[in-house]
């Protein structure tokens, strides 16, 4: 096996193994920003009237639809994003806008939550700025950097006491949406244990689901 072959190999194995799976209907993985034919890996059977033989295990595989995705050789997996938060993930970080290419996955089984969402970014390493969105979004996330296809960091991102000009207030009133003044919120937690930012010019507190990013 040569080189290349087997760190795709190890990388595939240790880092991609939700992105090589059986694809289920409420299940979503797609490459944002798709290549040249010879380099998409989706691979899909063609639908069939014929009935399926379920006392026939190779005709059931045959039904199956799988999704395969080559592994990265440089950039940034995010996993263990809450699925309900995936698509607020790719938007916040405006990957949707990117030129790089990006896998982007939900809905997909995990021991550990259930159901959750991932992202695969190529030559791409997020900036502190961005890891603290992504914290802010998706607390349960784990970042996962990758280069020459070996994995040389994982870490858990972890909410900041602070964030300083990358949220809005949501009060219009707020002196920071009538002149220019960067924004700053302090992240607490309200008695159940719920993320709140805490504005520091109008002292206004909102949840999570009031973010609006700059």
Excluded at 42 to 68: G, H
Excluded at 99 to 122: C, E, H, M, V, W
């Amino acid at each position: 096996m040569s080189r290349l072959s087997r760190h795709s190999y190890i990388a595939n194995r240790n880092i991609n193994r939700g992105f090589s799976k059986t694809y289920f209907p409420n299940q979503i993985l797609f490459k944002l920003q798709p290549g040249p034919k010879r380099h998409e890996s989706y691979t899909e059977e063609e639908p069939t009237d014929q009935p399926l033989n379920i006392a026939n295990p190779k005709s059931m595989d045959k039904k199956r639809t799988e999704l395969k995705v080559s592994a990265l050789r440089n950039g940034t997996v995010i996993d263990h994003i809450p699925a309900d938060q995936s698509f607020q993930v790719v938007k916040m970080l405006n990957l949707d806008e990117s030129s790089r290419q990006i896998y982007f996955g939900t809905n997909l089984d995990s021991a550990k939550y259930g159901k959750k969402g991932i992202i695969k970014i190529t030559d791409k390493f997020f900036e502190s700025e961005e890891i603290s969105k992504i914290a802010l979004v998706a607390p349960s996330a784990t970042l996962i950097e990758i280069k020459d296809y070996d994995v040389t960091s994982k870490r858990k991102v972890h909410l900041p006491d602070s964030v300083e000009k990358i949220v809005k207030c949501f009060n219009p009133k707020c002196v920071t949406n009538n002149q220019e003044i960067d924004t700053k919120f302090y992240v607490t937690e309200d008695h159940k244990g719920n993320m709140k930012l805490a504005c520091h010019f109008c002292e206004k507190t909102m949840g999570k689901e009031s973010i609006d990013f700059f």
